[in-house]
């Protein structure tokens, strides 16, 4: 199947390292402007470095060269030029840019082995890297779910849920299953030893003795991962960092070309439609209203007229 382009947010995080890099020069370390974006140190070095080379290229600051952007002591140095550079520096529009795909079986399998092989919370990393595959989350919804989503009182698994209204991004309820075996596998570990760390526990042995409405995706402390406002006021958007940074390592742990939140997406899309869905029930499970938005994402395989035809009776 043929590759399917990823539109990302490019503008918004230019315009967040851009503030990274202001903080920077004027003297703040990056350990504390890490906390101000709720992301790691080396998330934040690494995004400033960036666009301080980008800023070298486009509009060229006096002084300092692209290798010399790499060096915070040097573009503090430089500190006025930068902001002089900045001042005319016109952030790109968002782009078309990798391309996110279809990804087969054994290449979910073997990112998984690799995942496994490399991460200090297996269980809890390996949850988090079946579930787009498996339900066709966004990694915000997933920030969002509670205990209560995935397992009834009784402690057995939700296998048909609903995603509430306050967790989609959409804000509209829609059908969700957790019926992956290997995904479920994954969940029950985790959450035994969540119990076992004392992290959420509840009052009684309901939900496996855990508290109904706390967060299923918890830090390694315990706490839950913020969520933050995203964009202007009346937007009513928001962001969970920790986990698109936590995303963003387990993909790489993974080694699969292009692998991304959207290729996971469209991995279900295309395994429903092997299976004889339509795009209505695509939708459905991925949130997504309109047919013709569907469509754009991936088309449905379309058989040929030999293919309908072909020995009919």
């Not at 903080?23 to 370390?29: H, I, K, L, S, Y």
């Not at 960036?50 to 800023?55: D, E, G, R, T």
């Not at 915070?72 to 782009?95: C, K, M, N």
């Not at 509209?172 to 076992?196: Q, V, W």
């Amino acid at each position: 199947m043929a590759d399917h382009l990823e539109i990302r947010p490019v503008g918004e995080s230019v315009l967040q390292s851009i503030a990274m890099l202001r903080a920077v020069v004027d003297g703040r370390t990056y350990e504390s402007v890490a906390e101000d974006f709720d992301l790691s140190r080396t998330a934040v070095e690494r995004r400033i470095k960036s666009i301080a080379v980008q800023l070298t290229q486009v509009v060229g600051v006096e002084g300092l060269t692209e290798e010399g952007a790499t060096f915070v002591r040097r573009l503090r140095l430089r500190r006025d030029g930068i902001l002089e550079a900045l001042s005319q520096f016109d952030p790109p529009p968002p782009i078309a840019t990798r391309p996110a795909r279809v990804l087969e079986h054994n290449e979910i399998t073997q990112g998984a082995v690799r995942i496994k092989g490399r991460s200090n919370r297996t269980w809890h990393d390996l949850s988090l890297f079946y579930l787009p595959f498996a339900t066709g989350l966004r990694p915000l919804e997933i920030s969002r779910l509670e205990v209560r989503d995935y397992l009834d009182p009784d402690g057995s698994i939700r296998r048909e849920s609903i995603l509430r209204p306050e967790v989609a991004i959409n804000g509209k309820a829609r059908p969700l299953y957790f019926s992956s075996s290997r995904l479920n596998e994954a969940m029950s570990a985790y959450l035994a030893e969540r119990g076992r760390h004392g992290h959420g526990l509840g009052n009684s042995e309901a939900y496996r003795g855990l508290v109904p409405e706390s967060r299923i995706f918890l830090g390694p402390t315990g706490a839950p991962y913020r969520i933050m406002p995203n964009g202007e006021p009346d937007q009513h958007r928001s962001v969970c960092r920790p986990l698109l940074e936590i995303y963003r390592k387990l993909f790489r742990y993974a080694e699969i070309k292009n692998l991304s939140a959207q290729s996971a997406r469209l991995t279900l899309m295309h395994r429903m439609y092997q299976r004889g869905a339509d795009e209505e029930q695509v939708g459905m499970i991925l949130g997504i209203a309109e047919r013709s938005d569907v469509r754009e994402r991936m088309p449905r395989p379309k058989p040929t007229l030999d293919d309908l035809l072909d020995e009919l009776i």
